[in-house]
């Protein structure tokens, strides 16, 4: 296996920032099935409206734009060939817009790298789906290939529910011949909707943010048609040979986070090359969060956007 594993000592403000999420709503909403289909139709009703990106403090320039009906952030648009552009597919259970934690790793990305960062509001569910979400995308990369002198300039980067879409939209490159981006990068990612792992429970008590039941409503209004093991859906089940070097970020205080050991093993096996970085205690999407190991990833990621031999893990 080619895993990185973190070996300092867990931050207070981990501890704490632990605490707070269990604070809120958040994992209750997915509780069950009952509670997440009234949460889907308050979503409904809200992500029809445009997106408003509010009082978030950022150092880049943000401009927005329309693709296919589609809002699309920029962020630190240089207007140079030569500029690395990283694609980040926000996270939310494929049904909650970005937030503010969303805007300030970005914002960190695009200033670190002096990178261009290309942020799309997708389709979600409950009035969309996957059929919906991965042609504007595939259109929105073929523009960002259009934009560059070489596709080794380009990142997909997604958490949570925005890293099983970025892992499926390589494969859905793969399927129409486009070059790969150099990096793909998963925060947390959700690689298996399948959700048959046994595992996943022992982790999900473990997780004060993340409930399985619930996202069973979920799973199945964005895969419409597909079964839940097709790799658009969950992309664990893809042809992994031809796509870019795959990076992951996983904490052992996640649900998930069987799933991506699974993920990692199966790479492993297949020989692709990939490099797996575990947080011992660390929640779902830490990596966004503002505590000493979130800063301890990103410079791992920033580095691995900027090594062209992914020596990154040092």
């Not at 604070?23 to 889907?40: A, G, N, V, W």
């Amino acid at each position: 296996m080619n895993m990185y594993i973190h070996n300092h000592k867990r931050s207070l403000t981990s501890f704490l920032f632990e605490k707070y999420i269990g604070t809120l709503d958040t994992k209750k909403i997915f509780s069950t099935r009952e509670l997440t289909r009234k949460h889907l139709d308050h979503m409904g009703l809200e992500n029809i409206k445009p997106y408003i990106l509010g009082k978030t403090k950022l150092s880049s320039s943000i401009k927005e734009r329309s693709h296919e009906d589609m809002q699309v952030f920029t962020l630190n648009d240089q207007h140079s060939r030569e500029q690395r552009v990283i694609l980040y597919i926000h996270g939310g259970a494929h049904t909650h817009q970005p937030l503010s934690l969303h805007w300030k790793f970005m914002d960190h990305m695009a200033q670190a790298l002096n990178a261009k960062v290309v942020a799309p509001i997708y389709p979600k569910v409950p009035h969309f789906n996957y059929q919906h979400t991965y042609p504007k995308l595939l259109n929105l990369y073929r523009d960002l290939l259009a934009s560059v002198d070489d596709p080794a300039q380009l990142t997909i980067m997604g958490d949570s529910a925005g890293g099983n879409i970025s892992l499926a939209l390589a494969h859905y490159l793969k399927m129409h011949d486009l070059p790969q981006p150099k990096d793909i990068i998963l925060l947390s990612p959700c690689v298996d909707m399948v959700l048959d792992n046994p595992v996943i429970f022992d982790y999900e008590t473990r997780d004060p943010m993340l409930a399985v039941e619930g996202y069973d409503v979920i799973r199945r209004i964005w895969a419409a048609d597909k079964p839940l093991d097709d790799p658009l859906i969950s992309p664990i089940y893809g042809d992994f040979a031809g796509l870019g070097k795959i990076s992951i970020f996983i904490g052992t205080h996640e649900g998930l986070f069987p799933d991506n050991m699974k993920l990692d093993k199966l790479l492993t096996d297949q020989r692709i090359d990939h490099q797996t970085y575990v947080y011992p205690k660390m929640n779902h999407v830490f990596v966004l969060y503002p505590i000493p190991e979130a800063r301890d990833a990103q410079r791992k990621m920033v580095n691995i956007i900027k090594s062209s031999a992914h020596e990154a893990g040092q």
